[in-house]
């Protein structure tokens, strides 16, 4: 699906990828509904750039009832919606299971995989009476390869990932695409507005990894969603670990307890 000339809603739009995706839509012609929590990033944004094609919208996804609202407010302004990039998302503290508490847990799991499948439910009904739609869901690799210390956001981001291929297969009769993303490492602020302290995996000491930038990553989720791409290895990392686990998955848990164990212990 073009986007041009087309209205998408973009969550987590506030800042990282989800930012250059609302910059990048409007740039190719679209109509953007940039949804976050955060009113004073998004009213930054607005003001930035100063378009009657944008309209923000301050959400809490984790909350059935305000994404429910969300739809109406949306509808309201730009009267149909085309597309859905559910990009919004969140990290846990970087512990293991027995040390998180069940208030973490259930946060991660609210914002990441129940705001995701609110965000599908609510919209589609409607995108399944547009002429062409898309639905485009940003899992993780942490949703297919185990990382020791993010155990409960990789399960959130592997729900994602296994209902949006379902969904794929559900809608390939009718005139909504689906398109599952699976980004590697990202420079991103996801830590610090996920109020996540990374420990020395933040700090400049760390072992320094090649990043996918925001921009990139943008550019990438666009051209994904107008060529209906159904399964998008984001950075090659994400492509080199996929092939890891494919060849050997017994392997893929030790791979990365090995790199990560000073930081567990």
Do not use: W
Not at 51 to 65: F, G, I, N, R, Y
């Amino acid at each position: 699906m073009k986007v041009s000339g087309k209205t998408i809603v973009v969550t987590g739009a506030a800042g990282g990828v989800g930012k250059e995706l609302v910059l990048q839509l409007l740039a190719n012609g679209a109509k953007v509904a940039a949804v976050d929590i955060s009113e004073e990033r998004l009213t930054a944004i607005a003001k930035e750039v100063n378009s009657k094609s944008l309209s923000t919208h301050v959400c809490d996804l984790s909350k059935l009832e305000a994404v429910e609202g969300l739809f109406t407010e949306i509808i309201k302004i730009h009267k149909t919606v085309d597309g859905v990039i559910n990009n919004a998302g969140i990290i846990q503290p970087f512990i293991k299971v027995n040390e998180l508490s069940f208030k973490q847990i259930e946060f991660v799991m609210n914002v990441n995989f129940y705001g995701t499948l609110y965000m599908v439910k609510t919209f589609l009904p409607h995108l399944l009476e547009r002429p062409e739609a898309h639905i485009l869901n940003v899992s993780s690799m942490g949703g297919f390869f185990p990382v020791p210390g993010q155990a409960i956001y990789g399960a959130s981001k592997a729900a994602i990932k296994l209902m949006t291929e379902a969904l794929y297969a559900e809608l390939m009769p009718t005139n909504v695409n689906v398109t599952l993303v699976l980004p590697g490492a990202l420079e991103t602020d996801i830590a610090k507005n996920s109020n996540v302290d990374m420990g020395t995996l933040s700090s400049e000491d760390a072992p320094k990894m090649k990043m996918t930038t925001a921009k990139a990553a943008a550019e990438i989720i666009i051209k994904s969603m107008e060529k209906n791409k159904f399964q998008v290895f984001l950075g090659k990392d994400s492509k080199m670990m996929n092939l890891i686990y494919k060849l050997n998955p017994k392997a893929a848990p030790k791979i990365m307890y090995k790199a990560l164990k000073d930081q567990l212990e």
